[in-house]
Each structure stands twice: as C-alpha cells, then as structure tokens.
C-alpha cells in the first residue's frame, strides 16, 4: 500500500509512519509543523520508502501516483495548543478534511479521519458509546476542536454516503506515550515533567476528574485494524481503565521516584468531569482492546522523558 498520513510529524502520525513502514508500506507524511516536530521523523528520512512533503492539508495538494490510504491526522490536539490556533484548528478540521476527502475520492483511497472523544464534551452519558450524541458547548474556547471534529466527522459521513469513499472515523481517547511534547499541556506529560524535576504538580480542582489513558502502540494497532476493517462510521478506541487526575498524578510521583508536591488551581472552563471509552463495538469488530496498562506504558513514557530532558536514565541512575 501507499499510505498518506497528515499530522504525520506528530505524536500519533510519526508512530503510524513507523508502523505502516515497518509492515512493509510506502508513507508519505504531509505536515507543516504546526505542532509537530522534525525530530519525530529523523529516523525515517533515510528509508527510500518514506517521503515527507511540507504542506499545510487546509490548502489543496495535488499528489502524484497511487495512494491506497489517506490517515488524516492533522491537527493541533492538545487544549494548550488549540486555545492558542483556534483558527488552524477550525480550518484544518474543515478545510483539512474537505482536502483529504478530495484526495480519497480522487483516488479511490480509503480515509480514515482521526476524530476525538471531545465530540462528546462534558458526557452526560458515562463510559461514552459511539451512539451517544455528545455535550458541547461550541461557543466555549474549547468549541474550536470539538466542532472542528463534529464537523470533520459529518463530511466524512457525507463523502461516505454521496461519493462512496471508504471511510474510517476513530474517536481516539487520550493517548499517551514517547514523542509527547514537554509542554503540551496534557496531563501526562504535563504531570512527568515537573515530577522529573522535582517541581510542584498542578492539579486542576480536586483532581476527581476522571480520565483514562491509551499507550501509543495499542491505539496504533487498533487504527491499523480500523483501516482493514469495512466499518464505515465512528469507533471508539481507548483504553478504559478509569483513573482521577489524583491518582495519575500520584502514580507519576510513584513511578518517578519524585519528591514534587500536588498543587491545586482552579479549574478551566467545560472542562470535563469524566472520560471514558465505552469499547464494546471495538472489541466485537477488531477483537481489539488496550494491552498495555499504565504501570507498563507509564515507565516507557517517563524513561523517553528523561532522554528528551537530557537527564541520566532510571536504570543509570540506578547504577551510578
Ligand atoms: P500533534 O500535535 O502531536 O500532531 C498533530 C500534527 O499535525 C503535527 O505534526 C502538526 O504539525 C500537524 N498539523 C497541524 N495542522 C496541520 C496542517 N494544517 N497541515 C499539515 N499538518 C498539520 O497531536 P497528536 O496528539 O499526535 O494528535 C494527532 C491527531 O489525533 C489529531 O487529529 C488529534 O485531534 C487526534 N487525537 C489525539 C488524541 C491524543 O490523545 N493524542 C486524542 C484524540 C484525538
């Protein structure tokens, strides 16, 4: 296959660029770097198979040859950086998608958009089943992403019904793993970094928020399984297991060996009291689940951590 990916200098798109290379496909990755990084690619840019063209997807792009599959990824996904490019956001939601759809119809290609557990909001329904229709404000700041996806997801829908593409819409819950950014406001990596350094956590309200975390290659898997599925209309994909902001934030000073303390601040607006997949339909389609639970892919995460922050690794400082 010739696999495009978008966004695929991101976090998720650079892990879907090694694992369809390394299944023995051709990838071209399409990113402008809006949020994403040169270093997430370095390792593939000697492989003749892989081809990186700098563009950004909410501008047409004409593509030479056969494309087998379009993985659209694009997207600035983390509250800090979507609060701050609500208009990127917006466009590559829209305009983005609009352009990769135009490439799959144009190709007779598959397209499977990356949509987002936001489409649901603030549930009202708890764990979230691809049937329940969400609760959104989209005038909030947060509006910017959830509508840009609801949007997203209603074109697909469209290209689906009218054009007949092939689509694949995952509604991927919080993800986590190597190649996340320091900065990028998730919890995670917003929760590791300071406990590397031994600063104060912060915690927003009491922390009783609930959220669960899927590592990178369980939720790559399950994309790959999507894409060779026929299933046309949205699935969830994330791991269930539930945990409170507290308790992640307690298991990082754990798993870190940190002497960080928990701060509280108040918290932001819609912010959602509670996130969880409801799996079912990925686990009767795909015979998927998630594999890996935190106490695995947490060490994994905080070990590529203290790499990127030039700090002696665990084992290291172990023997040193
Ligand atoms: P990321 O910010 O690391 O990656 C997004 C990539 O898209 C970046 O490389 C960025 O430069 C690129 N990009 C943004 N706008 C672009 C444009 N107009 N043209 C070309 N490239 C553009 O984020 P991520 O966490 O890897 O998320 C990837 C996708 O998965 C996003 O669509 C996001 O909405 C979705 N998603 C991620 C999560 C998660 O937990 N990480 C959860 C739900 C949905």
Known sequence: MRVLVTGGAGFIGSHLCDRFLRDGHE?????NFLTGSRTNIAHLRA????????????????????????????????????????????????????NGLGIAKAKQARFLL???????????????????????????????????????????????????????IVRIFNTYGPRMRMQ???????FITPALRGEPITVFGTGAQTRSFCYVDD????????????????????????YTILQLAQRIIEATGSKSRIVYQTLPQDDPKQRCPDI???????QWQAATPLAAGLPKTIEWFRTAMGLASAAGARHG
């Open 27 to 31: 990838v071209v990755c399409v990113d």
């Open 47 to 98: 492989q003749s198979a892989f081809r990186l063209i700098e563009h950004d997807i909410s501008k047409p792009l004409t593509l030479d040859g056969a494309i087998d599959a379009i993985l659209h990824f694009a997207s600035p996904a983390s509250p800090i950086d979507y609060l701050k490019l609500p208009i990127q956001t917006l466009k590559v939601g829209s305009l983005g998608t609009l």
């Open 114 to 168: 990356a949509s987002t557990s936001e489409v649901y909001g603030d549930p009202s329904v708890h764990p979230q089943p691809e049937s329940y229709w969400g609760h959104v404000n989209p005038v909030g700041p947060r509006g910017v992403y959830d509508e840009a996806k609801r949007f997203a997801e209603a074109i697909t829908m469209a290209y689906h019904r009218e054009h007949q593409v092939a689509t694949r």
């Open 184 to 190: 990028d406001g998730r919890a995670i990596p917003a």
């Open 219 to 242: 939720l790559v898997e399950g994309i790959v399984r999507l894409l060779h599925s026929d299933h046309a209309e949205p699935m969830n994909l994330g791991n269930p297991e539930e």
């Open 280 to 286: 079912t339909l990925a686990t009767r389609t795909l």
